[in-house]
């Protein structure tokens, strides 16, 4: 106040003094209010008015905040907002500088949300102990979702691409709006008990909390629980988390995940088939040990037997070498020396002495003695009888007996068709010989 | 749809059993992908007699053939479930 004339501000510094001075007042506030006139400008800003009964304000969302809202703005839409003001130098208007923005209500829904989870967690329907496996190939899948909506057409292409043989059974049920809790409900109770199905897919695409909200109704998680066959859920997007996701037995971020959640792909199941099949078939690899201790066995037979035909082939050969060592000469030989050993013994027996002898059979005894002399009398007339019969054989024996033997150019004569008359013949007797002139041959 | 009765058959089961065909088409196709697991690397192993191999080798041929029907039916179309 001290100087007036210096006092007065270009409107520049005079927005500029008011923006600051509100935007350290009000760094932050909290208002709600209805949405209209909006514009989305082309540079990626939202510029709209906000409006209850009798107040009205400019609000804008900054590019950079639009990717966070989770709903389209719409006219007429009640929103809660935070923000703080903003002057604009360039017109002086006051605009609130939206950072975020949700649909009224939802707090209220989220508040719920919280509360209902809060009780069937306490319940024990999200224990995780009580998650259930999901078969690897589902003969049948039952899929719960709208015949109208997105879901059901991500979820077929994905199905067809993994499994195009996949049989699936659609309980059609509306996803949203007044009732869709309750048919959603039914259609999972229908599914678990036809019995045709082993397991469940609940899907729904992406939409704003009041759209997935049936999938937060007590109705839906319940009769999730209560479903026979493992339920899988596939709600929404990503960052969407509903009660359905908690009490399902798996949760998948999208209807698209939820398919591949449940079908197995065709393409790499038959790989792994004709892979073993090529595995089994691979004889010479599992037969391996075996025919090697086939092999191994073959070995020790054939040395063995090879063993066994050496030494048969030895004992052969000794066989033959003694067989040919033995010469039958020889073995009369020896008999015929033995035998003569034997005729000194007994005749040099009989020659010796009696005192000897009688001295011999005192010591032996009277009755070993005659027994003794039976014997030697028995060996003395075996041993007599062979050399009469070895004497019968020399034909000296018989010249002996007037016997003569005659001989010719011929050599010895038996028949008179070897002699000639005037030819001289040697005769000879068992003592001496005479020379004989043939004088007549007679027939 | 659940095979509970199914659901015990051991490789041990499948070798011995005189229906053995009998026993594999009664399988989820789960459940025969595990004993063809167990059974190929049983018969790899090459710890198996010979007439035990033979038979793990014939019952495996099998399976594969069952696995096979199961994942070449026809394509099927979304049913709606009746009501």
């Not at chain 1, 002086?92 to 209220?108: C, D, N, R």
């Not at chain 1, 048969?312 to 020889?330: F, T, V």
Request: charge should be positive; charged fraction near 25%; hydrophobic fraction near 40%.
């Amino acid at each position: 106040m001290k100087s007036e004339e210096a006092a007065f501000l270009s409107i520049s510094e005079l927005v500029t003094l008011l923006n600051s001075t509100l935007e350290r007042a009000h760094p932050r506030l909290n208002f709600e209010g209805e949405i209209s006139k909006i514009k989305h400008h082309q540079s990626g800003h939202i510029y709209f008015d906000l409006k209850d009964g009798t107040g009205c304000v400019a609000a804008v969302i900054w590019r950079s905040g639009v990717p966070r809202i989770k709903f389209a703005l719409k006219e007429g839409l009640a929103v809660q907002c935070r923000g703080r003001p903003n002057v604009w130098v360039g017109s002086g208007k006051l605009q609130m500088v939206v950072e975020s923005i949700t649909l009224a209500g939802a707090g209220l829904l989220h508040k719920k949300f919280l509360e209902l989870k809060a009780k069937l967690e306490a319940e024990g329907l999200f224990a995780p102990e009580r998650k259930r496996t999901l078969p690897f190939f589902p003969k049948a899948i039952g899929l719960v979702t709208s015949s109208q909506g997105a879901a059901i057409r991500d979820i077929d292409v994905k199905i067809r691409e993994r499994m195009p043989s996949q049989l699936v059974y659609l309980a059609d049920s509306r996803v949203q709006g007044a009732g869709a809790a309750e048919e959603i409900a039914q259609s999972i109770k229908m599914l678990s008990d036809s019995g045709l199905v082993d397991v469940i897919v609940v899907a729904r695409g992406g939409g704003s909390l009041e759209d997935l909200w049936a999938f937060n109704e007590e109705t839906v998680v319940r009769a999730i629980f209560a479903s026979k066959v493992p339920v899988v859920s596939g709600v929404g997007h990503e960052e969407d988390y509903t009660l359905a996701d908690f009490v399902a037995d798996r949760r998948a971020p999208t209807p698209t995940a939820a398919a591949e959640m449940v079908v197995p792909k065709r393409s790499e199941l038959l790989l792994y088939l004709s892979e073993s099949e090529r595995r089994l078939r691979d004889y010479e690899r599992w037969l391996m040990p075996l025919t090697q201790k086939v092999d191994e066995l073959a070995g020790h037979l054939e040395s063995l037997t090879k063993l066994r035909i050496e030494d048969a082939r030895n004992r052969l050969l000794s066989a033959q070498a003694r067989l040919n060592s033995i010469q039958p000469g020889k073995v009369l030989e020896t008999l015929r020396g033995k035998l003569e050993v034997l005729g000194q013994k007994l005749y040099g027996f009989g020659s010796r002495n009696i005192g000897e002898r009688a001295a011999r059979l005192d010591f032996i005894g009277q009755r070993g003695a005659r027994a003794y002399v039976e014997y030697l009398n028995g060996r003395r007339h075996l041993v007599d009888r062979v050399v009469s019969r070895m004497e019968a054989l020399d034909p000296r024996g018989v010249l002996k007996r007037g016997y003569a033997v005659v001989e010719g150019q011929a050599g010895v004569i038996s028949s008179s068709s070897q002699i000639a008359v005037g030819e001289i013949l040697q005769l000879r007797f068992a003592k001496g010989g005479a020379g004989a002139e043939v004088k007549t041959i007679k027939g | 749809m659940v095979q509970k009765s199914a659901a015990t058959v051991t490789l041990e089961d499948l070798l011995s059993a005189e229906n053995s065909k009998e026993l594999v088409k009664g399988l989820s196709f789960e459940q025969g992908l595990k004993l063809l697991e167990e059974l190929v690397a049983r018969v790899e192993s090459g710890q198996l007699p010979l007439d035990r191999a033979i038979a793990s080798y014939e019952r495996g041929a099998f399976i594969i053939e069952q696995l096979r029907a199961l994942l070449a039916g026809a394509e099927e179309k979304i049913k709606l479930l009746p009501k």
